[in-house]
Nanobody
Framework: QVQLVESGGGLVQAGGSLRLSCAHS????????MGWYRQAPGKPRELVAT???????NYADSVKGRFTISRDSAKNTVYLQMNSLRPEDTAVYYC?????????????WGQGTQVTVSS
């Protein structure tokens, strides 16, 4: 079982920055992939960025060059640094963890943190 607790959301003006944190139980080496997803009102949840236990990262095209996902293994925390924020980045951001087994994948979600970008 993996527990995820997000923090760092809030209200920011367009062009500003925020850093989201996701504190997780379980070491990063036991979690195959961690990531951030977001869901805006009336829209499906979408991938923002992921990082694997090997350190490989992946980003949605809409955030490339503006967002950076990183991890601190010593603190069991994954971060999402968000720069040059736009109103369209407004959403609830969710932390996600995936553990792969031979016959299944376990997925875990945090409770979400609201990010609001004003124009």
């Amino acid at each position: 079982q993996v527990q995820l607790v997000e923090s760092g959301g809030g209200l920011v003006q367009a062009g500003g920055s925020l850093r989201l944190s996701c504190a997780h139980s379980g070491t990063i080496s036991s979690i195959n992939r961690m990531g951030w997803y977001r869901q805006a009102p009336g829209k499906p949840r979408e991938l923002v960025a992921t990082v694997t236990s090997g350190g490989s990262t992946n980003y949605a095209d809409s955030v490339k060059g503006r967002f950076t996902i990183s991890r601190d293994s010593a603190k069991n925390t994954v971060y999402l640094q968000m720069n040059s924020l736009r109103p369209e980045d407004t959403a609830v951001y969710y932390c996600n963890a995936a553990i792969y087994y031979i016959s299944k994948t376990n997925i875990y979600w945090g409770q979400g943190t609201q990010v609001t970008v004003s124009s």
